[in-house]
């Protein structure tokens, strides 16, 4: 999209938010004082629509959550109150009294909008493990494999090092044999110490086959113009933390399990995943770790049989997700496709820029592989 068009957009916004703004300060001042505010009020009204309009010029911001979460049950009480209007007719004044009082109030909105922004950050802050078994007719070893996908823990914004520790330990006790970190781990916000701290305690994860990542499109801190730590440094730690870090790369952990790394797709030139796959035998089972859900009919085509990645945060705000929902190939859960390549999109640890979410759960992802016909073991 045009840059252009989205300054425009956000203009509109703003203008709208102003407005609905407006008319609902007027509107709850007049019930509480029961009169038209005085010129001096008169003007603070105006000042603090303003104001609040300006919130929608940041569309990444804080603010604009708390005016969307205000801004759509405001318009769902407009209606209702038309509604009443067309009902009652010359009654409205007398027998929809109660109503109009509550309704001129705007305590309604304001009450909703506290209820979702406050459910909005338990839900981030309330990490739970989301489990699916992936079924496979390769011959792998009659127990499967037990791993786990974190991804978008933007670490740094959110969570303390306490509460991942305590995910990492519960982690520990499911005893994976592999951990795949797929990207955003940090961000632009993450300082150097907090980009050590993270794959520090990241380690403490016990696998049998090792930890493997890729990179994400914020990891190397690529939207600013002042990093706090250069690529060279995010390299070194993790491999000083022993973590597998995979850039289109094919790493073979025994006789049957074979991991493809991806670049991220946010930079050009990436190998195609026909060309890394070209070598590999299509009896052992694939593994394709990619940051953003994408090119799955590629990599279906080209042998894989589990693509895992995250990125789309779930959508993150509702209802946001749904234009996430239409822009990705893969937008959270389950999918498989035509050429049989099973997919697992995570909503992430965390989201990003906004310590809400209310589209889907924080989590980080079991997977239990088997072969077709067997039972998962616990």
């Not at 996908?149 to 499911?174: P, R, T, V, W």
């Amino acid at each position: 999209m045009e840059v252009w068009v989205i300054y425009v957009c956000l203009t509109i916004g703003s203008v709208i938010g102003a407005l609905f703004c407006l008319d609902y300060l007027k509107r709850a001042y007049e019930t509480f004082l029961r009169r038209p505010p005085r010129k001096l009020h008169r003007i603070l009204i105006y000042v603090l629509s303003i104001g609040v309009g300006t919130l929608c010029l940041d569309i990444y911001g804080s603010g604009t959550v708390l005016l969307l979460y205000w801004f759509i049950p405001h318009v769902i009480l407009m209606f209702i109150n038309f509604l009443v209007k067309r009902i009652l007719r010359e009654n409205y004044d007398k027998k929809g009294r109660i109503w109009k009082r509550i309704y001129g109030s705007g305590i309604i909105p304001l009450v909703i909008m506290v209820i979702w922004v406050s459910y909005g950050w338990y839900n981030m802050h309330h990490v739970v493990a989301t489990e699916y078994t992936i079924q496979t007719e390769k011959d792998i070893r009659e127990e499967g494999y037990r791993v786990v996908l974190l991804a978008d823990i933007h670490y740094g914004s959110f969570h303390s090092k306490k509460e991942l520790m305590s995910k990492c330990e519960e982690i520990n006790q499911i005893e994976p044999d592999m951990i795949f970190l797929c990207g955003d781990i940090v961000d632009e916000n993450t300082t150097k110490e907090k980009m050590e701290e993270v794959f520090e305690v990241l380690s403490s994860i016990h696998s049998k086959y090792g930890i493997f990542y890729v990179y994400g499109n914020h990891d190397r801190q690529e939207y600013t113009s002042y990093p706090m730590y250069s690529n060279e440094a995010l390299l070194t730690v993790m491999e000083r933390n022993g973590i597998i870090v995979l850039q289109d790369e094919v790493y073979k952990t025994n006789d049957e399990f074979v991991i493809v790394g991806r670049e991220d797709f946010s930079v050009g030139g990436r190998a195609s995943v026909k060309n890394l796959l070209q070598d590999v035998d299509k009896a052992n089972f694939i593994v394709t770790l990619d940051h953003q859900p994408v090119q799955l009919r590629e990599n279906g085509e080209a042998g894989a049989d589990l693509h895992l990645s995250g990125h789309t945060h779930g959508g993150q705000i509702w209802p946001i997700n749904y234009i996430t929902m239409l822009t990705n190939e893969a937008f959270y859960g389950y999918k498989e496709t035509e050429e049989g390549l099973q997919s697992v999109v995570t909503s992430g640890f965390a989201g990003w820029a906004m310590n809400i979410k209310t589209s889907a759960p924080a989590e980080y992802v079991v997977l239990h592989i088997k072969r077709s016909g067997t039972s998962v073991s616990k």
